[in-house]
């Protein structure tokens, strides 16, 4: 996601700053920041845009300095703006802070530090970190106290690191649930979110670990934890190539986006569910609260990926709301003239907030008068603009061409905000309550789904040369088989087909032989054994059956060629653990027919034409 590098020593630190943060430029951002120690002042400069919009406002001779902090932005809070980038500030100016991750309970603070006078002037919820720790210092603790004490008030997670006024010779940085490193020089001293920032300077890092923090002077530094229990850290040397460390080890980013599911799913759900009540949260849709509750039919419209989840939140919403849900490509929505009137809502699906169709197909819908709501990655794009409200995924910035975390994570903003409406409708809090209890759970069952990892790979070493795929499910899992089989031809130019099982019998049927796999989800839900059924109609023409079933389930193994275990959940939710053994099927068929996994031929992340 956002990136920060920072550093203290006898070099000038704008060179280093602003190098370590193209570094970071794979990332992705959209806007970028620094502050250096001047004197007895603290120089910021930020700008929209690419690092070299930054370097364009920036002359290096009047930012000199041997302290500093940058950063790169990914929007979370607050659209992309100069005036929103890091780094953020107090009321005085004295304290400059860059910060990684989501402050929970912004919003409390941010009501909090307004009524104690303080002038809050972004939209962030970093810069509440800014006030708190003025708010503690002027209350007369230590400037590290202060420090230590808004870390403990602060609910979310946090990778960040700070300059002040107050003491100008040191940075202080911090770590929980977003990664930092310590780069250890001779005299100098680097802060990074990622190794690749300062790996042109040193080697030798130290890890922060949750809760801890670090305060960095030239001399040297201590780490200790936020309740001020002193830690020794161990120096270690890193031995990766940069490509390597840009993609955090892994030798792709689809791969490495796969991996990252446990954490963007939780991200997604960070700050949204309220267990006691059994209701989630969606501040996004606050502006259309009113129409969201009251509409009488919804559309969902998107392209691709975004599509695929569309359908899945059509068996939500109509299984728990009770509203009538239609789902359309949003290519078909904007030319055939839907009929939508006032009391609908239109849900508008897009990871990058930028194609076209899908653009298209929302100002069609504002045209006739519906309310628009988009489930949108990234921050402050054209869709999130132009929509009456939403809500973001942050699922952070996805690179592999082929969608894989917006996805697990737009199905996660599909369940939240089904559990919202539902809870206004017939759903019961003592249901919520369970089903929040469930989407607790997720992040640990996908991180499970992900360890079929050596099955997987050996069923694909079994299949890679083959000509055909189909792919089959039923009920929530039918829309996974469609987006499994798209993953598959998207990297590996595998044919690929995904049907709802029982269709099967009305055509592709006629496809099965020894040669075709069959990918089938055959998960314990109200359907089981309508698919097992299904599967026995595969057997019975000879097709190659890979399985994907619930942990435990041993009445498949006779019957088919591979199973893929993995843990259940409630049946709505079910989709996000499901997927993941099918991205990695896709992801290890096309490393071994040797396809470029995150540019595969002839696609786009972002497909901003007709
Ligand atoms: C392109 C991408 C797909 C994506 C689709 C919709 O085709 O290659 O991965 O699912 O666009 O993109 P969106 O950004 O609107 O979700």
Known sequence: MCGIVAYIGEREAYPILINGLKRLEYRGYDSAGIAILQDDSIRLEKQ????????????????????????????????????????????????????????????????????????ITTDTDTEIIAHLIEELYQNGTSFEEAFRGALLEIEGTYGLALISKY???????????????????????????????????TRNVLYLEDGEIAIISREGFVTKTIENEIIEKKIERIAFDLERIEKAGYPHFMLKEIYEQPRTVADCMRGRLIEDEGVTRLGGLNPILHNVLRARKIFITACGTSYHAGLIGEYMIEEYCRIPVEVEYASEFRYRDPIISDDNLVVVISQSGETADTLAALREAKRKGATVMGIVNVVGSSIARETHGGTYIHAGPEIGVASTKAFTSQ??????????????????????????????????????????????????????????????????NYPVALEGALKLKEISYIHAEGYPA???????????DEDMPVVVIATRDS????????????????GRVIAVVSEGDDQLNDLVDYTIPIPTTLNFLQPIVSIIPLQLLAYHIAVLRGCNVDQPRNLAKSVTVE
């Not at 029982?502 to 055509?507: D, L, N, P, S, Y």
């Open 48 to 119: 929209v845009g690419k690092i070299s919009e930054l370097e364009k406002v920036i002359q290096p001779e009047q930012l000199r300095g041997r302290v500093g902090i940058a950063h790169t932005r990914w929007a979370t809070h607050g659209e992309p703006t100069v005036n929103n980038a890091h780094p953020h500030r107090d009321c005085t100016g004295n304290i400059a802070l860059v910060h990684n991750g989501i402050i929970e309970n912004y919003a409390t603070l941010k009501m909090m530090l307004q009524e104690k006078g303080h002038q």
């Open 167 to 201: 003491e100008p010779d040191r940075i202080y940085a911090a770590r929980k649930g977003s990664p930092l490193v310590v780069g250890v020089g001779e005299n100098e001293f680097f802060v990074a979110s990622d190794a690749a920032a300062i790996i042109a300077h």
């Open 411 to 476: 199905v996660t903003a599909l369940a939240l905000f089904t559990v919202m409406v539902a809870r206004t409708k017939t759903m019961s809090a003592e249901e919520g309550r369970r089903i929040i209890k469930e989407m607790k759970a997720l992040p640990q069952k996908v991180e499970q789904a992900l360890q079929s990892d050596p099955i997987i790979q050996e069923i694909a070493r079994a299949f890679k040369d083959k000509r055909n795929f189909l792919y089959l499910g039923r009920g929530y």
């Open 502 to 512: 029982a269709e099967m019998k009305h055509g592709p049927i006629a496809l099965i």
């Open 527 to 542: 359907t089981y054994d309508k698919i097992v059924s299904n599967i026995q109609e595969v057997k019975a023409r000879r």
